[in-house]
């Protein structure tokens, strides 16, 4: 009897807990069932998770949700550099995009965490002089902004592009091309490139040496081998060992006359035979001047141009403000608007004026009209 009673005793049991398990549970009593622990997530939430699975086009990451994360489509062409390093069980940090889709998927970015091991890439590039492919993506002043891994842009400046492209930004739009790393600043946000480091090594280093020989002040015939408009590329001989290197260097537009140089192209074309000085080479760049080998027509000005002493001029341009009129190329002064006395000038007259006042250090003339009932005219 005593056995019959510990018998049904055990199936009682079973049955209550097998009513219990089939008895429908509440929410919180589900989520805790598994023994996992989902999490509400948030457009902009930064949150770390696991990889579970990587595709080539999309890569899944356990971040606690109902189901695995996913980043897809542009976001993950923005971090597939990354992603070649990456393996099933990483841990990483995502940011929530969307917390759920039209198809119930969690679409995370992984842009932040690509960005620090892309700058981390880089720097270590620059250090050990490892290649690295970049994309000519648009032109810019004084050479080309490239498209780099990790979807970083860069920049490649006219004087690291070789004679495999001419020396010319334009031959790389559009075009993968090999480069080393020249500067990387995270803080300035700024990437910078060698396509010359890669196609002409030797002759970069021998440049460098070469540079390090010239002095400040050093004259070269130059020749132009191209015209931007903020200035022009010269390219000058330099003796070197056995040898005669072709260095290239620029002309600004303010170091090509004392006068304002408005048009860069009407004044140059490629192949121009010019003189120049070498008025800078810091960080291994060339900057030449055309004008300094010329007199500086503001030394000495107020010698020249005594007070209230009358002299012939030309207005060269017509403003709200006034007119203004040249005395000789790289002086001109202004007869403000407010002291022309009626007077209507055009642009290429030839009129006669006085000196009201000259500022040496601001390179200012102020000038006053000769008229018939002569007035004083201020330069503001």
């Not at 132009?224 to 903020?230: A, M, T, Y």
């Not at 001047?289 to 007070?307: A, F, G, Q, V």
């Amino acid at each position: 009897m005593a056995t019959k009673k510990i018998v049904k005793k055990k199936v009682k049991a079973i049955k209550d807990k097998v009513k219990k398990v089939s008895e429908p549970m509440t929410m919180e009593e589900l989520l805790k069932g598994e023994g996992e622990k989902k999490v509400g997530l948030k457009k902009g939430q930064n949150v770390k998770g696991k990889i579970t699975l990587i595709k080539n086009k999309a890569i899944f990451i356990d971040v606690g949700g109902k189901t695995d994360a996913v980043v897809l489509g542009k976001e993950f062409e923005f971090v597939k550099d990354y992603v070649s390093d990456l393996k099933v069980g990483d841990e990483i940090e995502v940011q929530i995009k969307q917390p759920e889709n039209d198809k119930g998927q969690i679409l995370v970015s992984m842009r932040g965490a690509a960005s620090g091991y892309g700058w981390n890439y880089y720097l270590e590039k620059e250090k050990n002089g490892g290649e690295v492919t970049v994309f000519g993506k648009e032109l810019n002043r004084g050479g080309i902004v490239v498209v780099a891994p990790f979807g970083f842009y860069g920049f490649i400046p006219g004087s690291q592009i070789g004679g495999k492209y001419d020396l010319d930004p334009e031959k790389l739009l559009g075009k993968k091309i090999k480069t080393k790393v020249l500067e990387v600043d995270q803080f300035k946000n700024r990437l910078v490139f060698s396509e010359r480091l890669v196609s002409e090594p030797n002759k970069v280093g021998e440049e460098s040496e070469a540079i390090e020989g010239l002095k400040l002040g050093d004259n070269f015939e130059a020749e132009v081998v191209r015209v931007e408009p903020f200035g022009i590329f010269v390219r000058v001989e330099k003796p070197f060992a056995e040898s005669v290197l072709k260095l290239v260097g620029l002309v600004h537009i303010s170091e090509i006359s004392w006068e304002k140089v408005d048009n860069v192209s009407g004044m140059f074309k490629s192949k121009d035979k010019v003189k120049v000085v070498l008025v800078n080479k810091q960080d291994g760049r060339l900057q030449f001047s055309i004008k300094r080998l010329k007199d500086d027509p503001w030394k000495n000005i107020e010698t020249k141009y005594s007070k209230e002493k009358e002299f012939d001029g030309e207005v060269t341009k017509i403003a709200s403000f006034g007119a203004l009129v040249r005395l000789e190329p790289g002086i001109e002064g202004l007869v403000h608007v407010s002291k022309l006395a009626g007077a209507t000038l055009k642009d290429g007259e030839k009129v006669q004026v006085y000196i009201e006042s000259i500022d040496v250090p601001k390179r200012k003339v102020s000038l006053g009209l000769v008229l018939s009932d002569k007035k004083n005219v201020l330069y503001k």
